[in-house]
């Protein structure tokens, strides 16, 4: 299901819900456009109908993309995480994202940007991580932000094996997957 759609059905009232089907409708082929099938799915809630086309394509198997074991867990507050990510994104660069680097003793530091474009963003954030190692993780702030939106004001458990695995945030049965920058 699309988000949009999702958001609409959102703000639909709370009445009574009366159904969820799905049509299938074959296209010609038009200038430009081979002859395709476009799947809908129409929501019905008391007198309301939303209809959206249906998302189409592969999509990954989501138990491959989530770590099987975690060497280490810390938690950490979302608002302070949304905090420090939205400063660190003022001069974060597209290519390169932030630098999360953890540091044995619960001290984590957050690095975005270059001194060559401009600036660079650096600062602490006390976590629960108890690991032994230093472990530096890189990733695209906006999929982090997203998170912090979703599950604003409490505590998330943060599942890291280190590079290249991907991180995985946990709360109340929520799971979030970051996948990490390759360098």
Known sequence: IPLTALKV?????????????????????TKGFLAH????????????IL???ARTGSFPNYKTVLPKE?????????????RVCREAETVANRDHGVKWTLDPG??????????????VFRTELVTTYAGKEQIVLEFNNRYVLELCKQ??????EVGVN??????????????????LLRR
């Open 70 to 82: 975690i060497a280490h867990r810390l938690k950490v507050d979302t608002l302070a995480l949304e």
């Open 9 to 29: 059905l959102n703000r639909f009232p709370h009445g009574e819900f009366i159904g969820i089907g799905s049509r299938k409708e074959e296209r010609p082929a």
């Open 151 to 156: 599950v604003r004001g409490q505590v998330v």
């Open 106 to 119: 619960g001290v984590s530091t957050f690095e975005s940007g270059d001194k060559d474009d401009g600036g």
């Open 51 to 53: 209809i959206t086309r």
């Open 37 to 48: 099938t476009v799947e809908f799915l129409v929501f019905e809630v008391d007198s309301r």
């Open 162 to 179: 280190g590079p290249p695995a991907a991180v995985q945030f946990e709360t109340e049965g929520f799971k979030y997957v970051v996948m």
